[in-house]
């Protein structure tokens, strides 16, 4: 499956964005979905992920109760929204898809496949 992240930008501390990724390939459904995020200088590191059938979701503490994954299996999408966004969440995001013998969630080596990441800035 090939991936293709999209909707980042610069919004305000407080605000929202949406972030989008689009996937590629009738496999879609045999994936569950991650998204991960990188700082300036930090190692990638997860932040959430969604079942293959959207039933179940995980969060990284830091983003608990602001993000919510959902994905749609029709249009082979998975969204991340990202509410009451602060300036420590800047990063480039990106998604990736785990198949089904995948590893621990939260481990980049668990996922197979990787968007190219959209950047995503928060001003104070």
């Known amino acids: 499956v090939q991936l293709q992240a999209s909707g980042g930008g610069l919004v305000q501390a407080g605000g929202s964005l949406r972030l989008s990724c689009a996937a590629s390939g009738r496999a879609f459904t045999n994936y569950g979905m991650g998204w991960f995020r990188q700082s300036p200088g930090k190692e990638r590191e997860f932040v959430g992920f969604?079942?293959?059938?959207?039933?179940?979701?995980y969060y990284t503490d830091s983003v608990k109760g602001r993000f919510t994954i959902s994905r749609d299996n029709a249009k082979n999408m998975v969204y991340l929204q990202m509410n009451r966004l602060q300036p420590e969440d800047t990063a480039v995001y990106y998604c990736?898809?785990?198949?089904?013998?995948?590893?621990?969630?939260?481990?980049?080596?668990?996922?197979?496949?990787w968007g190219q990441g959209t950047q995503v800035t928060v001003s104070s």
């Open positions: 969604i079942s293959q059938s959207g039933g179940s979701t």
């Open positions: 990736a898809a785990r198949p089904p013998d995948g590893g621990p969630l939260e481990k980049i080596i668990s996922y197979k496949n």
